[in-house]
């Protein structure tokens, strides 16, 4: 987690304290708001798969984090109703990864959600799309 919460929005920070597997995956959250959050971790051997290469759930839990803390920084809680993850390349061990998610529309019961994970070198490991329910529940 981000030692710097000067870009942490105020919802977000109230998530991660319960957020056990983000907080497993060591995620750094570099900038969240309203709509938008970036988080970067660093893949870790015991997260590999019998191929060597990164667990395709890591990234999809990267994204899933990322998508969550944009969407309800809006200020209703949001839960996933639907999220699909499209593999473009693998991660490694020691591959830094990094998952941008953006509302691309936000409705009254509805957030559509579009993620994009790069690795260190700029490359595009994957794409993720997901709808959420926003419930009428408030931060």
């Given amino acids: ?10 919802i977000v920070k109230q998530l991660l304290a ?3 597997m983000t907080n497993w995956l ?3 959250v570099l900038e969240s708001k309203p709509g938008f959050c970036k988080l970067k971790m ?3 051997e015991e997260m590999s798969n019998g191929f060597g290469i990164i667990h ?3 990234a999809f839990a990267l994204a ?40 691309t529309k936000l409705k009254h019961r509805v957030a559509n959600v579009d993620a ?3 690795n260190q070198d700029g490359v595009r490991v994957a794409d993720v799309q997901s709808t959420g329910y926003r419930k009428k529940e408030e931060w």
């Fill in 56 to 58: 395709g759930s890591v």
């Fill in 64 to 103: 899933d984090s990322a998508i969550a803390f944009a969407s309800n920084a809006h200020g209703r809680h949001a839960v996933s109703m639907n999220t699909s993850i499209r593999h473009l390349s693998p991660v490694k061990v020691g591959d830094v990864i990094t998952a941008e998610a953006t509302v």
């Fill in 1 to 10: 987690m981000s030692e710097d919460h000067g870009n942490i929005h105020p």
């Fill in 18 to 20: 319960e957020d056990r």
């Fill in 42 to 44: 660093t893949a870790r």
């Fill in 116 to 118: 994009i994970i790069i």
């Fill in 26 to 28: 060591k995620a750094e």
